[in-house]
């Protein structure tokens, strides 16, 4: 089955870059039917999506975050990653990646991994 | 963009007894691309409902989704402990694919 594992600091300084890996295993990231997707929670707060991709390119972005994220994929690793750049506190949260069609079963999650804006 | 309002915020509820959460979305779209996660402190979501009604792998019959349209219900039929927990919906309709704001059950 499918397993996500993300990697990334846990401590990014304000106006810097939040950048995160998300390793794939037990599965292709070429897979044609998924996308794969970051989610984050603030403390104590709901989920926020925040994109996907899908191996054909196409990128997928939440509005609010659009001017500051990137998600890419790489193949040859079979990982993705998120860049979400100026970030701030409110940006503190537990980021998860995932991956889904959308309309079937598949629908792993990464553990998740906390990640705090402060100098 | 799809906003999924979800109802009640929380529900207070004892074992054993029903239980019926509330997805509205703001526009209609496809059912096959509703589903229902549960969450537990500490821990990532995890799938139980996909395509408004067929539950996931390994999740248990007590749980069922219902609904089309604007319209989505996620029902419990007898609350077993381990099902106190937050639960959201998210549709994969269009993008964004947006989250309802969670369901918070608690035991009364």
């Known amino acids: 089955q499918v397993q996500l594992q993300e990697s990334g600091p846990g401590l990014v300084k304000p106006s810097g870059t939040l950048s995160l890996t998300c390793a794939v295993s037990g599965g292709s990231i070429s897979s044609s039917n998924s996308w794969w997707s970051w989610v984050r929670q603030p403390p104590g707060r709901g989920l926020e999506w925040i994109g996907d991709?899908?191996?054909?390119?196409?990128?997928n972005y939440n509005p609010s975050l659009k001017s500051r994220v990137t998600i890419s994929l790489d193949k040859s690793q079979n990982q993705f990653s998120l860049k979400l750049s100026s970030v701030t506190a409110a940006d503190t949260a537990v980021y998860y990646c995932?991956?889904?069609?959308?309309?079937?079963?598949?629908?792993?999650w990464g553990q998740g991994t906390l990640v705090t804006v402060s100098s | 963009e799809i906003v999924l309002t979800q109802s009640p915020g929380t529900l207070s509820l004892s074992p054993g007894e029903r239980a019926t959460l509330s997805c509205r979305a703001s526009?209609?779209?496809?059912?096959?691309?509703l589903a229902w996660y549960q969450q537990k402190p500490g821990q990532a979501p995890r799938l139980l409902i996909y395509?408004?009604?067929s539950r996931a792998t390994g999740i248990p019959d007590r749980f069922s989704g219902s609904g089309s349209g604007t319209d989505f219900t996620l029902t419990i039929s007898r609350l077993e402990p381990e099902d106190f927990a937050v639960y959201y919906c998210?549709?994969?309709?269009?993008?964004?694919?947006?989250f309802g704001q969670g369901t918070k059950l608690e035991i009364k």
């Open positions: 395509g408004a009604s």
């Open positions: 991709i899908h191996p054909s390119g196409t990128t």
């Open positions: 526009q209609s779209f496809s059912s096959s691309y």
């Open positions: 995932r991956a889904y069609t959308g309309y079937t079963s598949f629908d792993p």
């Open positions: 998210q549709q994969f309709g269009g993008s964004p694919r947006t």
